[in-house]
């Protein structure tokens, strides 16, 4: 069983950053694809980026050039650099690790976009 925990969540001023973190129970990473996912009030969750098991990234475009994904193999955390935020970026952000028919979610960080 897989534990993730999210931390560094928060409120702040649009145009501001925050920086998300992930940490595993184990290391999964060079198995695992690493995902952050956010659910705004009355929305659908959704995909923000990922980084597979070799590096790889992918963002959703409406984050793209805001946002990074990062990992440290040595601490087992995955983070996600914010900046440039938005009142649209309002939601809680989830770290989930794939793997097969094996999925692990955190249970979320609320981040708030707000003047």
């Known amino acids: 069983q897989v534990q993730l925990v999210e931390s560094g969540g928060g409120l702040v001023q649009p145009g501001g950053s925050l920086r998300l973190s992930c940490a595993a129970s184990?290391?999964?990473?060079?198995?695992?694809?690493m995902g952050w996912y956010r659910q705004a009030p009355g929305k659908q969750r959704e995909l923000v980026a990922t980084m597979t098991s070799s590096g790889s990234t992918n963002y959703v475009d409406s984050v793209k050039g805001r946002f990074t994904i990062s990992r440290d193999n040595a601490k087992n955390t995955v983070y996600l650099q914010m900046n440039s935020l938005k009142p649209e970026d309002t939601a809680v952000y989830y770290c989930?690790?794939?793997?097969?028919?094996?999925?692990?979610w955190g249970q979320g960080t609320q981040v708030t976009v707000s003047s």
């Open positions: 184990q290391n999964i990473f060079s198995i695992y694809v």
């Open positions: 989930q690790g794939r793997m097969a028919t094996y999925v692990y």
